[in-house]
Antibody, heavy 115, light 112 residues
Framework: EVQLVESGGGLVQPGGSLRLSCAAS????????MNWVRQAPGKGLEWVSY????????YYADSVKGRFTISRDNAKNSLYLQMNSLRAEDTAVYYC????????WGQGTLVTVSS | QSVLTQPPSASGTPGQRVTISCSGS????????VYWYQQLPGTAPKLLIY???QRPSGVPDRFSGSKSGTSASLAISGLRSEDEADYYC?????????????FGTGTKVTVL
C-alpha cells in the first residue's frame, strides 16, 4: 500500500523558514516523480513544485520560485521542501503527491505564517 | 500562471447525471492530458480520472471524463450522496516561463 506522510509544518513568522518532509513507502520511491501541492484555508488546490525521479528536472510555480527549494533523498525514501522568506499567503496545507499524474497523496501538513 | 476555469457549483438529485466543465488554453488542455481529482470534506484530494478519460482501479464507472480542444468535462451519472465533494480538473502547462501544473478553480457538487 502506498503511503505518503508529510511532516514539518507549524507556525512561523513572516520572513522565516521551514522545511517540510514527506516519507514515502509501499512503492519504488526512486523510480517516481514527486510533487508538492498546497491548499490555503477554504481555497482551491495550487501546485507548488515538481521533481523528477533522479532530481535532474525541477519545476516551480511562479509564486514560490526563488524562495522554495524541492529536493529528495532516494536512499531515505524522502521528499523535502525548503521554504524561505515565508509570507502570509504561503499559509496552507501542504501535500506531497506521487508521480506526474498525482495518483497518490499524503494527508497534508499545515503551515501557518503569522506574527 | 494560468488557471483552468470551472463552474463554482453543480447539483443534482440522487440518480441524476451531473456534468462539470473545465476550460483551458492551447498550452495546457489543448496539448496535454487532463486529470480530475475528487476532494471529500476534510480529506486529501484523490485522483479520479487520468489521461483525459481513464479511471484508476477502484473508481466507479459512474465517473467519466472527456476532452475536446481546449476544454474538458467530468460526468457523474447515477449521482449518489457520497459524491458530494469538491472536484478539480488539472493539466500540465507548457508556457514560455516553463512547465507548470495548473488546477481548475474547483466545483462543489451538492446532492440535493
Amino acid at each position: 500500500e502506498v503511503q505518503l506522510v508529510e511532516s514539518g509544518g507549524g507556525l512561523v513568522q513572516p520572513g522565516g523558514s521551514l522545511r517540510l518532509s514527506c516519507a514515502a513507502s509501499g512503492f519504488s520511491f526512486s523510480s517516481n516523480e514527486m510533487n508538492w501541492v498546497r491548499q490555503a484555508p477554504g481555497k482551491g488546490l495550487e501546485w507548488v513544485s515538481y521533481i523528477s525521479s533522479s532530481a535532474t528536472i525541477i519545476y516551480y510555480a511562479d509564486s514560490v520560485k526563488g524562495r522554495f527549494t524541492i529536493s529528495r533523498d532516494n536512499a531515505k525514501n524522502s521528499l523535502y521542501l525548503q521554504m524561505n522568506s515565508l509570507r502570509a499567503e504561503d499559509t496552507a496545507v501542504y501535500y506531497c503527491a506521487r508521480d506526474m499524474e498525482m495518483g497518490d497523496w499524503g494527508q497534508g501538513t499545515l503551515v501557518t505564517v503569522s506574527s | 500562471q494560468s488557471v483552468l476555469t470551472q463552474p463554482p457549483s453543480a447539483s443534482g438529485t440522487p440518480g441524476q447525471r451531473v456534468t462539470i466543465s473545465c476550460s483551458g488554453s492551447s498550452s495546457n488542455i489543448g496539448s496535454n492530458y487532463v486529470y480530475w481529482y475528487q476532494q471529500l470534506p476534510g480529506t486529501a484530494p484523490k485522483l479520479l480520472i487520468y489521461r483525459n478519460n481513464q479511471r484508476p482501479s477502484g473508481v466507479p464507472d459512474r465517473f467519466s471524463g472527456s476532452k475536446s480542444g481546449t476544454s474538458a468535462s467530468l460526468a457523474i451519472s447515477g449521482l449518489r450522496s457520497e459524491d458530494e465533494a469538491d472536484y478539480y480538473c488539472a493539466a500540465w502547462d507548457d508556457s514560455l516561463s516553463g512547465r507548470v501544473y495548473v488546477f481548475g478553480t474547483g466545483t462543489k457538487v451538492t446532492v440535493l
